[in-house]
């Protein structure tokens, strides 16, 4: 299974919210937003703070990709 960041980023530029904004502004480091950008894990501390900044529910942050093996399996 896969967990995929992808609505994070149109939920952001729908909120106009950047990267460095969250850097800047919010603290977030480096290292958790190059997590997000490559689907790796982050904590629920972290989701919860990204659906606290931009005011929204958590399916406009991730979403899930179940593998074809789990599927057909």
């Known amino acids: 299974m896969m967990i995929c960041f992808d609505p ?3 939920t952001m530029k729908e909120k106009g919210i950047t990267t460095y904004t969250l850097i800047k502004v919010y603290g977030f480091s480096r290292g958790t ?3 997000l950008k ?3 894990n982050v904590s629920t501390a972290t989701l919860n703070t990204i ?4 005011s929204c529910d958590i399916k406009d942050v991730l979403c899930y990709i179940p593998d074809e093996e789990q599927i057909e399996g």
């Open 51 to 54: 659906c606290k900044i931009l």
């Open 38 to 40: 490559q689907n790796r």
């Open 33 to 35: 937003l190059d997590s």
């Open 8 to 10: 994070l980023w149109r």
